[in-house]
C-alpha cells in the first residue's frame, strides 16, 4: 500500500514539470516576439534565437528526481539575411541581418510544450483525486 509520501512525490515531479515547461514557453514567446526585428545599429546582429535546456536534480527531501529549467543557450546558426537598401539599418550592400528565428519551429516547439505541461497538469489533477478518495474511504 502507498502512503502520502508517494502522492507528495508524484505532484512535486509533475509541479517542477510544470515549471519547466511554463519557463520554456516564456522563451519560445520571446523568441517569436522578436522573429521580425533587426539590429539597432547599422550593419549589427538582430536578437538571436534562444534555446531552452532542461535538467534533471534530485530532491533529496522526497528521494525523488525533478526536472527544472536548464540554461537558456543561444542558437548559434545563421542569421536570415534580406537585400533591403533602403532600409536604415543596412550594411554597405544593402543587406539587413533578421533573428535566425522560424515562427513554424516557434508554433510547433510552443505546442508541444502546451501538451507537456497538460499532462502534467492532468497528473496533479489525478494525484488530487486519488487524495480525495483515500480521504473519503478513511472517513467511512
Known amino acids: ?3 502520502g509520501n508517494d502522492f507528495l512525490r508524484s505532484m512535486s515531479i509533475a509541479t517542477s514539470g510544470l515549471r519547466a515547461q511554463a519557463g520554456r514557453m516564456r522563451v519560445i514567446s520571446e523568441n517569436i516576439a522578436n522573429a ?16 531552452p535546456t532542461f535538467s534533471s536534480e534530485l530532491d533529496r527531501t522526497l528521494d525523488a528526481r525533478v526536472v527544472s529549467l536548464g540554461k537558456i ?14 532600409n536604415p539599418v543596412a550594411d554597405a550592400n544593402g543587406n539587413v541581418k533578421y533573428p535566425n528565428v522560424n515562427s513554424l519551429v516557434e508554433m510547433t516547439d510552443m505546442r508541444e510544450a502546451q501538451r507537456s505541461y497538460e499532462a502534467n497538469l492532468n ?3 489525478a494525484t488530487r483525486r486519488m487524495i480525495q478518495r483515500t480521504l473519503d474511504i478513511l472517513k467511512a
Open 73 to 86: 543557450k543561444p542558437d548559434n546558426s545563421e542569421f536570415r539575411v534580406k537585400h533591403e537598401p533602403g
Open 1 to 3: 500500500m502507498s502512503d
Open 123 to 125: 497528473i496533479i489533477s
Open 36 to 51: 521580425d526585428s533587426t539590429a539597432k545599429t547599422v550593419g549589427g546582429d538582430p536578437y538571436r534565437r534562444k534555446v
